[in-house]
């Protein structure tokens, strides 16, 4: 039975470990079949044996050196009867002996064991964090991530500090279901696991667009401003979209809505965003949406350039597609974009750019917009 993380001493070793001990075994034997090491085995028997009722605090017998002769060289004389009581007695002594030390008892040893448990008390239960959780609490009703939380509050410097990982583990660990459910639908993934989706090499259909590949490498490095990661978000009816484009460096966003949408109103749509939001770019990189058919007419309007990723290769296209997640924390699937007005997506793409980022320091992306422009 190879331990190898740290592990509590069960049920089951317990058992062994008492029969093994009954029948005579030493604790380091015990500890090899057990794979513990030996310090564990003598740790366990003296903390979760049952106490000695030795009196005397004795820890052993003497053997008088009599009971060591043989008593057949002396047979006949009285030295013979001497050999034979002074073994009875120092038999009968071993006996009681063994009769009041200390004993391991399974069932004594699991009573001691969890006696010794302690509910820990979870720290934004504390006393001194009550004004983080507050804070956490009302971060969370706001869509912000643990981390962002958690890296927030260091930059901060005026409440306790906390890692996200305790934001999480307060979370899951909540016994009211319907809270804890609740707090769970307030996290960026719903509790859900990341799912990786497979890679498709570029094929390059249509040889009039730049390739994701042939990007300056300016772009790469996110050395300047001014270039920017774009798609579409759909609406229930397929035909009506949200339009978002995002800052590669800052995270920077700027939303739009296009109703019943074809490629010149996505084009017309994009030019206003710009300009509204980021003024002069250089750079824009879509995925191969036919929404983007009218791609030189933005470029013409935007006096910029427009890059496509490879097919099935969101991952190339990571801050929008990120950003777009986010949105959906607002905006589900299945939501009718005919009953949002300008001030509703006005008051998301506020809320995401003035929302702290890892990647930022956990500035914000109008923070970050203000300080390299």
């Known amino acids: ?89 120092y038999e009968r002594r071993r006996s009681d002996f063994k009769r009041t030390q ?18 820990q008390t979870k720290v934004l239960d504390s006393s001194l964090f009550i004004e983080t959780r507050k804070y956490v609490l009302q971060k969370l009703g706001e869509r912000w991530s643990p981390e962002q939380i958690a890296g927030r509050l260091k930059l901060d410097g005026i409440l306790p500090t906390i890692s996200h990982t305790t934001i999480y583990n307060y979370i899951y660990s909540i016994t009211d279901r319907d809270e804890r459910d609740r707090l769970i639908k307030q996290l960026r993934r719903k509790g859900k696991p990341y799912r990786h989706e497979k890679q498709v090499i570029y094929n390059q259909t249509n040889r009039a667009k730049h390739s994701i590949h042939d990007r300056p490498n300016e772009v790469e490095e996110l050395s300047r401003l001014g270039d920017l990661e774009g798609d579409t978000i ?30 010149n109103s996505i084009s017309n749509q994009t ?31 935007t006096n910029s ?52 980022r890892k990647r930022l320091g956990y500035l914000s992306p109008l923070e970050m917009f203000d300080l390299v422009r």
């Open 102 to 119: 200390a004993r391991y008892e399974v069932n004594y040893a699991e009573t001691q064991a969890k006696s010794r448990y302690r509910t």
């Open 234 to 263: 759909v609406g229930n009816n397929q035909k009506d979209r949200i339009l978002t484009h995002v800052c590669r460096v800052t995270g920077l966003l700027a939303m739009g809505k296009v109703l019943d949408f074809n490629a």
């Open 271 to 301: 030019t206003k965003d710009i300009k509204r939001v980021f003024g002069d770019i250089k750079t824009i990189t879509y995925d191969n949406g036919l929404e983007f058919s009218a791609w030189k007419l933005t470029e013409a309007t």
């Open 305 to 356: 350039t427009i890059f496509f990723s490879d097919p099935y290769a969101p991952h190339q296209r990571g801050c929008n597609e990120n950003t777009n997640g986010l949105i959906r924390d607002y905006l589900p699937k299945g939501t009718d974009f005919r009953k949002l007005d300008e001030t509703d997506i006005m008051f998301i793409e506020n809320s995401l750019n003035n929302r702290p």
């Open 1 to 89: 039975m190879p331990q190898p993380n740290y592990s509590r001493f069960s049920h089951e070793e317990r058992i062994i470990l008492a029969n093994r001990l009954s029948n005579g075994e030493k604790p380091t034997e015990i500890a090899t079949v057990l794979g513990r090491p030996r310090c564990t085995i003598y740790r366990e028997i003296a903390r979760n044996s049952k106490p000695s009722n030795n009196t005397n605090k004795r820890t052993r017998v003497n053997r008088p050196s009599l009971t060591k002769l043989d008593a057949r060289h002396f047979r006949g004389t009285i030295k013979a009867e001497e050999i034979k009581q002074a073994k009875i007695r």
